[in-house]
């Protein structure tokens, strides 16, 4: 466990309404019993893509103790979902400068013969 940035869903403010689910291009969050629950530590980065998304306002990011985030695993995720899904997670780590993370994406990308078409620049 590491200490880090992570977003927190507030359960009795969730209404299960599933907004914040296609903004996590990660996957870390996912409707359980009618509530959005954060599924793995690994899968959230902590920039909080889903929270301007939630109309209730449950969901914010903390600093708390969490399993380190794990882009290998989140890319071994991502991909399942198709080259947009790819293409989201690649800009989202782009737009808050998150390098190491982006490079280890596109690593992955390589690595696994996966195209898709991203201006890194």
Excluded: W
């Excluded at 969050?29 to 009618?34: C, E, H, K, S």
């Excluded at 998304?53 to 890319?75: F, L």
């Amino acid at each position: 466990m590491v200490k880090r940035k992570i977003i927190t869903i507030d359960q009795i403010k969730c209404n299960g309404c599933g907004e914040c689910i296609p903004k996590c291009p990660e996957g870390a969050i996912q409707i359980i019993d009618g509530k959005a629950r954060l599924i793995s530590d690994i899968f959230c980065d902590g920039l909080g893509a889903c929270i301007g998304h939630c109309s209730q306002g449950a969901i914010i990011v903390e600093e708390r103790e969490a399993e380190p985030y794990d882009e290998h695993r989140v890319m071994k995720n991502i991909v399942k979902q198709g080259k947009n899904t790819i293409i989201a997670h690649l800009q989202h780590l782009k737009e808050h400068g998150e390098t190491e993370y982006l490079n280890e994406a596109l690593k992955y990308l390589q690595e696994h013969d996966i195209k898709v078409e991203f201006n890194t620049k």
